[in-house]
């Protein structure tokens, strides 16, 4: 992979994000996470090493897999190898590994699908592809189901919608089911079960921390804005990703929505037993593990008797918040039907903006140019706002509000088209670094681009994944590290503050 | 002899076709789909789901935005098919309804388009190294089995003409269960042959995209989870017990 020069405004010769390098094969098949030890497969309920009949194991899990989704059975039945989707890939565009192809991605299930599941796989298996679950096989799934973010880029240009993102969540939960997880994804999981958040944070320190960013909040501003940690009776429960609380840019971002939140005058807090937006247990397809990070969300909320549950900046949890909170926690007939359930921060701030409840002197963003990284599980997992698209719409009026130079990255490489950063999926780990640099090949080249062309030095997101990827691979590129933006931070660094304190109503939105 | 034989033939074809797509449709339709994953741009409709289902089935719009050539030639392919069945109406149908015999003209040109887009498909697929990459045998196979289907048809319009009057009559007497004599032109046969394998291939190949597409849950669902709570049958037994 070459170095890319640092921005500078000019014409030069810049490579096309879109650029489709030719076929390497296998030059990522040792590309592999590390392995979950025993202790951590065995706290989700897996096995703590492969089984010894993991062959069947991994075919009956299959087979409850294809009773249980529709999307399994469908995807795996109905792909017509038209290739549409064979460039959609970043971790193909970045490694030209054909297996990182989305339809040579799914294939790798697939062929076993038809070899067990078929007619003509089961007669036949040379003629459809078929093959047998032999060790090569599974460790191509472990490889390769590694080497997905779930962005579900290419769903959105094939013609029956299949999601590959589906599939390698399903590949993963085939794995884990036979003793052969992840152990970033497992581990984290593990913490979320048993102390409440990624980084098993305990709540002591959590309020330390917070106390800590009020103060600063206090010297910086001299406003006394708050950062509760769960008080009951507030109106508004908080979830946010943890590593908001620890990690930059994110915490500038959480400095953000408190900063909303004393401006609307809201009485809001944080949970210290549901203090984890993220949700890993969509990376590895489970929705027991899922479900039941969800219910502390549940349980959150009814232990402290607020009427509203708010979302901060994080891209996969706001996917599982938005299509999956209400299915897997619901129902939510305790909060307060007229504010959508949940909502995100973006959503809650965009409505302030509206009812010109917010001021803002965006003279304080004047150092910055920007642009805006939809992050994928926001821009194809979820939407928010009552329009469709307002995914795309709420976070750029924002950025807009608190911002006077804005421009959009190339069209097709943004909204429902967007790059993952490199790191989704349960993939934002230090042994998977070299998937994670070339993985953020396109948009670091569309990011590129715009910088050329707009003299862009800043890009915002709004997901806590997307935030520690660039901070990571950015530098690799040529870029400043802190070219990584929270939202909230922009809304942060322009908001003008009232003198008042917690509890005076300015007024609800 | 001959007549038995290509008679039984469309029945087992037919039969497996219609029963084997039922039972498919059948399953995909038993088979829940326990969460919401809709793709942008997700309707917020019942309205609007029916809608881009439409546009995906009429104008292939995903991969319209994907890639032009597998656009092109897939579109032209499909369309043309289309016409060439409703032009092959003709066959089943006495008297011929009006609107079968408006398209007449439409079919012979359509039969062309059809083997220009099937050429062009293949071509991608053997020429293009990341398409070939994904093919397996099955894949050329099918391309050649339709190109052959589509060959032998425009063979007997300009080249080897059969005696229609007669295979009318054949196919009435299958559908009324009156048996009449085929007419024995080699290329009749072989295309009627590849008819059926085809209709036999369906429910079990790739060609279950077309059922597929329409319970495809990432565009067949509405977006609206926060307005309304969906929950499968096995997850709402998780349920027992719960807070
Ligand atoms: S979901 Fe994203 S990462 Fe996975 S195959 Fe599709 S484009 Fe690649
Ligand atoms: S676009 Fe869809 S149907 Fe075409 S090859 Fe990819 S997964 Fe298969």
Known sequence: MEQLEPPQTGTRELADPLEIPDLAPGCMSASKPYAAAAEFQEALGYPGELVENWHDVAIAKMGELRGKYRSFRVFLDSCVKCGACTDKCHYFLGTGDPKNMPVARQDLLRQVYRRHFTLAGKFVPWLVGAKDLTTEVIDDWYSYFHQCSQCRRCSVFCPIGIDTAEISMAGREIMDSIGKGQKYSNEIIGKVHKIGNNLGLPAKALKATLADLEEEVLEDTGVPVRFPVDEAGADILLVTPSADFFAEPHIAGLIGYAKVFHQAGARWTI??????????????????????????????????????????????????????????????????????IPQHICEYTNDLIEGGKLKFDKAKNDHIRLTFHDSCNVARGSSMGKTPGGQFEIPRAILRASCSHFYDMAPDTIRESTFCCGGGGGLLTDDLIELRKKGAQPRMRALQQVAEDHGVTHMAAICAICKAQFSKVLPM????????????????????????????????? | ????????????????????????????????????????????????????????????????????????????????????????????????????????PFGVYAGFAMVAGLLGLWARRLLVARIRYISAPSDHLMLVLLIAIAASGLLMKYVAPTDIVALKSFFLGLILFDWQPIPRDPVLLVHLGLVAALMIVFPFSKLLHAPGLFFSPTLNQVDNPRERRHLANWARELEIGRN
């Open chain 1, 271 to 340: 949970s210290s037993y549901a203090s984890e937006a993220a949700n890993f247990g969509l990376f590895i397809g489970s929705y027991e593990n899922m479900r039941e990070i969800a219910l502390r969300i549940r349980k959150a909320a009814i232990d402290l008797g607020v009427k509203r549950i708010v979302f901060g900046e994080c891209g996969h949890a706001w996917r599982v918040a938005y299509s999956f909170l209400n299915t897997l926690a619901g129902s939510f007939d305790f909060l307060d039907q007229n504010y959508p």
């Open chain 2, 1 to 104: 002899m001959l007549t038995g034989v290509y008679a039984s033939l469309f029945y087992v074809a037919t039969a497996l076709l219609v029963g084997g797509l039922g039972f498919r449709i059948w399953e995909y339709a038993r088979t829940p789909a326990p969460l919401k994953i809709p793709i942008p741009p997700a309707p917020t409709t019942r309205r609007g789901v029916v809608l881009r289902i439409l546009r995906e089935l009429v104008l292939f719009a995903a991969v319209f935005k994907a890639n032009k050539w597998i656009w092109l030639f897939g579109w032209v392919f499909h369309a043309a098919l289309l016409v060439v069945l409703l032009r092959h109406l003709r066959y089943f149908t006495e008297p011929v309804w009006e609107w079968v015999v408006v398209v007449q």
């Open chain 1, 477 to 509: 590129y040529g870029f400043d590290m802190e070219a990584i933006v929270s939202v909230h931070q922009m809304v942060s660094n322009a908001i003008i503050l009232d003198p008042i304190g917690d509890g005076a109503q300015t007024g609800e939105n």
